[in-house]
């Protein structure tokens, strides 16, 4: 089957760009470049489409994503009370909160890729194969990168 440009729907793919974009990106900003990108890309190669155009556009879509992504430093969220004397504020009491700020200043510190995988592994609760599924990776390739990102997690929050 070859898609033809008159039976895409391309007011419908740029949405669809910018939301699988946004899968692998922090930034909304980055992943609207990276869906116009995207699109770009698609628009040009549209001639060795040979399947369904929004499941082409949204494969390229990541992939532009993952090339931004690896394009961009993380930075560290840093110290939330550095800006203001010791005793104007002191950090919550309650451990949960501090434990919190901890964990979230050492996914910040994660590539962007590992803080992708942990977020929709934990954050969202989906299973590897979920996750394998939607980054269109195998299930054993989630599962060691997951590791990783775990073991560099440790790693962090020990420093």
Not at 42 to 64: D, F, L, M, Q, V
Not at 98 to 104: F, M
Not at 105 to 115: E, F, G, H, I, N
Request: hydrophobic residues 40%; aromatic residues 6%.
């Amino acid at each position: 089957m070859n898609a033809h440009t008159d039976q895409w729907d391309w007011s419908a793919l740029g949405p669809l760009a910018l939301r699988e974009a946004g899968l692998v990106l922090t930034s909304h900003h980055d992943a609207e470049d990276a869906a116009q990108d995207a699109l770009v890309r698609a628009w040009r190669a549209r001639h060795r489409c040979t399947g369904r155009p929004s499941a082409w556009i949204a494969t390229i879509a990541r992939n532009e994503a993952r090339r931004v992504a690896t394009r961009r430093a993380p930075t560290p969220l840093g110290d939330p009370f550095a800006a203001c004397p010791a005793a104007a504020v002191q950090p919550p009491a309650d451990d949960r909160v501090h434990d919190r700020l901890e964990v979230s200043r050492a996914l910040d510190r994660l590539p962007p890729y590992d803080r992708l995988l942990v977020t929709l592994y934990y954050g969202l609760d989906e299973s590897a194969g979920q996750v394998a599924n939607r980054l269109e990776l195998n299930e054993a390739t989630v599962r060691v990168r997951l590791f990783r990102a775990r073991k560099t997690l440790r790693a962090i929050l020990e420093e």
